[in-house]
C-alpha cells in the first residue's frame, strides 16, 4: 500500500505560482507512477503531469507544458508540482496518485491509479 499526502494549495492570481507537494509512505521502494490530477467543476479527472520513478521520465498535459514542472525529492519520498504562469483555468481540486509496476506512459487515465491523496484546492483569480 501507498499512503498520500498533499499541501501546497490556495489562492493566487493570474500570473502567480504555486507547488504542491505529495508525501508518500507506506510501500515506497516499488517503481511506480506519481502523477498530479485535477478536476475542476463539472469536468472530469484529468492528469496534469506525472513522474516515472524507475527512469524518472516525465509527462505533461499539453494545457501545463512549459508552465508545470513535476519533480520528486527521493530522498523525502515527496513529489512536487511546480506552478508558474498560472491561469483560471488551472483553478481545481488537485489530487495526487500513484500507480505501482506501471510505467506513467501506460497508465494515463484516473482509472489507471490504484492509490490517491485527498485532494488540494488551487484557485487562480484574473
Known amino acids: 500500500q501507498v499512503q498520500l499526502v498533499e499541501s501546497g494549495g490556495g489562492s493566487v492570481q493570474a500570473g502567480g505560482s504555486l507547488r504542491l507537494s505529495c508525501a508518500a509512505s507506506?510501500?515506497?521502494?516499488?517503481?511506480?507512477?506519481m502523477a498530479w490530477f485535477r478536476q475542476a467543476p463539472g469536468k472530469e479527472r484529468e492528469r496534469v503531469a506525472a513522474?516515472?520513478?524507475?527512469?524518472?521520465?516525465?509527462y505533461y498535459a499539453d494545457s501545463v507544458k512549459g508552465r508545470f514542472t513535476i519533480s520528486q525529492d527521493y530522498a523525502k519520498n515527496t513529489v512536487y508540482l511546480q506552478m508558474n504562469s498560472l491561469k483560471p483555468e488551472d483553478t481545481a481540486m488537485y489530487y495526487c496518485?500513484?500507480?505501482?509496476?506501471?510505467?506513467?506512459?501506460?497508465?494515463?487515465?484516473?482509472?489507471?491509479?490504484?492509490?490517491w491523496g485527498q485532494g488540494t484546492q488551487v484557485t487562480v483569480s484574473s
Open positions: 496518485a500513484a500507480r505501482r509496476w506501471a510505467h506513467c506512459s501506460s497508465v494515463p487515465y484516473y482509472g489507471d491509479y490504484a492509490h
Open positions: 507506506g510501500d515506497t521502494y516499488s517503481s511506480r507512477c
Open positions: 513522474f516515472y520513478t524507475g527512469d524518472g521520465s516525465t
